[in-house]
């Protein structure tokens, strides 16, 4: 792969996209984010939100006995005042698991799996992997993937690009839908730009130059 390439797989990857070989052409990779259907925010599988009022697991931990509350970092099991075991509570004051009655006292039932209490305790039943998008409260997710094509460019380039002026290889990239075409000039600065059909004598209409990739460009 080329290092050009190699770096930008880097840079994907750095900023929560999944990156995939393309393994019939080492000059493209695959790049692709799971994201809400409505507002295209990315969507996180891995966090953890409570069953009972939908807020995201908090990553603490709370004495049960004097409220002293530590990050899930800490190695402690135990409050180093009260000497009570931690809980791993709902965050949210109005939470059913935070009200006096059945719902809290079986958020704090101690099962055989886990010795851990609260909501967010592991193995608890009391919370479940993200179900609505945390921007817009839609409850639907979808995967967007693009091919990723690079082009640099020895010339420092503005905002119009002639066909001719790409490889042939990339020239096919800016007619197909699911393509984002990155190109870089000679100043280092790159201009991310969505495929659409394009004659031989029109002019690709760049986005800006920048030192940074506009990632907005993925989800256009
Ligand atoms: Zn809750
Ligand atoms: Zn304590
Ligand atoms: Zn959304």
């Given at each position: 792969m080329r290092i050009e390439l190699k770096s930008l797989a880097y840079f994907f990857v750095a900023n929560d996209f999944e990156v995939y070989i393309n393994?019939?052409?080492?000059?493209?990779?695959?790049?692709?984010?799971?994201?809400?259907?409505?507002?295209l925010s990315p969507w996180y599988m891995e966090l953890q939100e409570c069953l009972l009022c939908g807020?995201?697991?908090?990553?603490i931990k709370k004495c049960p006995s004097?409220?002293?509350?530590?990050?899930?970092?800490?190695?402690?099991?135990?409050?180093?005042?009260?000497?009570?075991?931690?809980?791993?509570?709902?965050l949210n004051d109005k939470c059913p698991s935070n009200q006096e009655g059945n719902i809290r006292s079986a958020t704090l039932?101690?099962?055989?799996?886990s010795r851990k209490k609260g909501v967010f305790?592991?193995?608890s039943v009391f919370s479940t992997s993200m179900?609505?998008?945390?921007?817009?409260g839609n409850e639907s997710n979808r995967y967007i993937t693009r091919e990723v094509f690079l082009e640099t460019i020895d010339d420092e380039i503005d905002t119009n690009l002639q066909k001719s002026q790409l490889t042939k290889y990339n020239q096919e990239a800016i007619n197909r839908g699911d393509s984002l075409l990155i190109i870089k000039d000679d100043t280092g600065e790159y201009s991310a730009n969505r495929g659409h059909e394009?004659?031989?004598?029109?002019?690709?209409?760049?986005?800006?130059?920048?030192?940074?990739?506009?990632i907005e460009k993925f989800y256009d």
């Open positions: 393994e019939k052409n080492e000059e493209t990779i695959y790049v692709s984010q799971l994201v809400c259907t409505e507002c807020m995201v697991h908090p990553y004097c409220g002293k509350i530590v990050s899930t970092t800490n190695t402690r099991s135990k409050c180093n005042e009260c000497d009570e075991e931690f809980i791993y509570p709902c039932y101690t099962n055989s799996y305790a592991r193995n179900n609505f998008c945390l921007n817009c394009l004659s031989d004598e029109e002019t690709l209409e760049l986005n800006e130059f920048k030192e940074k990739i506009d």
